[in-house]
């Protein structure tokens, strides 16, 4: 059975740290390019990053809102993909969602949610003083 498992949300404070760990069972995720997505209330999914196969270039890519504060990194050991959440701020508040395509494939454009099949439960990112 294949099954993707978001874990690591929680709530925090402007400027604090979170790690969010996408754990796959069913599949190996070093096979698969990794997406990671989040949806706030009232507004539409939007890409946070992505990272490519393992036995690839492990190009990744963000979106502008979070490039220079997240970091996306794979474990493959522990067929993890995880996402370091640093210096957070309030418009980061959202449910965080990890995802793959349905096979081994570069979607178009990794940060639009088309190409994927695959979807964790999502974690709840609550940032607030």
């Known amino acids: 059975q294949v099954q993707l498992v978001e874990s690591g949300g929680g709530l925090v404070q402007p400027g604090d740290s979170l790690r969010l760990s996408c754990t796959a069972s069913?599949?190996?995720?070093?096979?698969?390019?990794v997406g990671w997505f989040r949806q706030a209330p009232g507004k539409g999914r939007e890409g946070v990053s992505y990272i490519s196969f393992s036995d690839g270039d492990g190009t990744t890519d963000y979106a502008d809102s979070v490039k220079g504060r997240f970091t996306i990194s794979r474990d493959n050991a522990k067929n993890t993909v995880y996402l370091q959440m640093n210096s957070l701020k309030p418009e980061d508040a959202a449910i965080y969602y990890c995802?793959?395509?349905?096979?081994?494939?570069?979607?178009?454009?990794?940060?639009?949610?088309?190409?994927?099949?695959?979807w964790g439960q999502g974690t709840q990112v609550t940032v607030s003083s």
């Open positions: 995802a793959a395509p349905a096979y081994r494939l570069l979607p178009y454009d990794p940060l639009d949610d088309n190409d994927y099949h695959y």
């Open positions: 069913g599949f190996s995720l070093d096979d698969y390019v």
